[in-house]
């Protein structure tokens, strides 16, 4: 195999065979936007054994007790409402409970706390861990939980340098040796913790000469080491669900939508809606009085006929004009209330909005929303109009009989 600059295996030899189920834990962790327990049940049934065992190797109990809502927290869009350590952790819970037969770690644990991942790797995927009986292909940058693992690949420049076990790398003293010496001199000279476990496992191997030169500083380093938290949540930064109306619409939000449309605009395409039906109802009158006089006159036809067309033509100028005023308010309403909608959105409070809002929620107010004020409510209004203006008419005519 040769690994090629986008970090994917290309066969180049040989084959690939792989025997029973597969799980996978990227370095980037993967989240839905669901509870925690639907991230790491992942569609399968709950057993309650199993799944309190993982969540304890997995130190997520600690987290449960710092969320509202335990593991029924839901999580935001993208898991805005966790931090990094805490995603990753649920994804690496999702595949111990998915009880596969092949383990694939892409390096899950240079998100989390050193004393974290030490837990993890000890309980999960170490050889005491709770997947020891199943096959685990682990990458890391950490060197400390090298020489519990079984065997390790050394890759340079895409391919296999070096192969073997902790102990027959270290007797080679090749690549990985001298790589391994440079780590610890970083290791001293920084105080970082990994000193403190891959000290005495070097001590004992072909590399005690060497290292018997470094000047140790574990007093200073220990005395400069302090207790973080390594993750912190909000209780007020979850995922805020998208709250609905229910029931008839409120006057205020009409009053609103009119204000917004502008009140010219709004008499004008009532005028000119009433005057429609009323030519459209004025001819109608005119025509059945005119079909009443079977004797009229040459002049008293041209009259009837001047008096319809007339009608007519008020009618179809009042359509017009009816249809322009609506379609213009219409248009002025959804640029005032776009306008609104994107001075209320830049001027959003970062951390108590948009942490919590997801973001496709956003872009649906921007979309969906604003294509049923352009498109949709225009016919709403206009049928509306239309059929109060026929039931009034009607109403007219059942009280005249």
């Not at 930064?237 to 709250?243: L, S, Y």
């Not at 039906?277 to 036809?301: C, D, F, K, M, P």
């Amino acid at each position: 195999y040769r690994l090629d600059g986008g970090g994917e295996m290309n066969k180049v030899s040989g084959y690939v065979n792989a025997l029973g189920t597969i799980a996978y834990v990227s370095q980037q962790d993967w989240i839905q936007n669901a509870t925690i327990q639907e991230n790491v049940l992942f569609g399968r049934v709950l057993d309650e054994s199993m799944y309190n065992k993982v969540i304890d190797v997995c130190s997520l109990e600690q987290d449960f007790e710092t969320l509202p809502a335990g593991d029924q927290t839901k999580i935001g869009d993208k898991g805005i409402n966790l931090s990094g350590g805490q995603k990753q952790r649920i994804s690496i819970a999702r595949a111990i409970y998915s009880q596969a037969d092949v383990y694939l770690f892409d390096d899950p644990l240079s998100s989390v706390d050193s004393h974290v991942g030490k837990h993890i790797f000890e309980n999960v995927i170490g050889p005491n861990g709770i997947l020891k009986h199943t096959t685990r292909l682990f990458v890391t940058h950490n060197l400390a939980y090298l020489p519990q693992v079984d065997e390790i690949i050394v890759l340079k420049d895409g391919e296999i340098s070096e192969r073997g076990t902790y102990q027959e790398l270290l007797e080679q003293k090749q690549e990985f040796s001298e790589f391994l010496l440079q780590y610890l001199y970083k290791a001293v000279e920084s105080g970082n913790e990994a000193m403190d476990e891959v000290e005495p496992l070097l001590y004992n191997s072909p590399l005690s000469s060497e290292l018997s030169q470094i000047p140790l500083k574990s007093e200073q380093s220990n005395a400069e080491e302090v207790s973080k938290s390594e993750e912190k949540v909000n209780e007020d930064a979850q995922a805020d669900e998208e709250r609905i109306e229910e029931g008839n619409v409120k006057l205020s939000v009409f009053l609103f939508y009119f204000k917004a449309v502008g009140g010219t605009l709004c008499v004008a395409t009532i005028i000119f809606h009433v005057l429609c039906q009323v030519y459209s109802v004025g001819a109608s009158v005119w025509l059945s009085i005119w079909s009443s006089h079977e004797n009229a006159t040459l002049s008293e036809r041209d009259v009837y006929l001047g008096v319809y067309g007339g009608l007519g033509l008020g009618q179809v100028l009042s359509m017009f004009l009816a249809a322009v005023t609506l379609y213009i308010g219409c248009l002025n309403g959804s640029q005032t209330l776009h306008n609104i909608l994107l001075n209320k959105i830049l001027r959003a409070p970062t951390n108590t909005f948009f942490d919590i809002t997801p973001q496709g929620r956003i872009l649906n107010r921007f979309s969906k929303d604003i294509d049923v004020l352009d498109n949709t409510l225009p016919l709403v209004i206009k049928g509306w109009f239309n059929c109060v203006l026929s039931v009034i008419y009607l109403n007219m005519q059942e009280c005249k009989v």
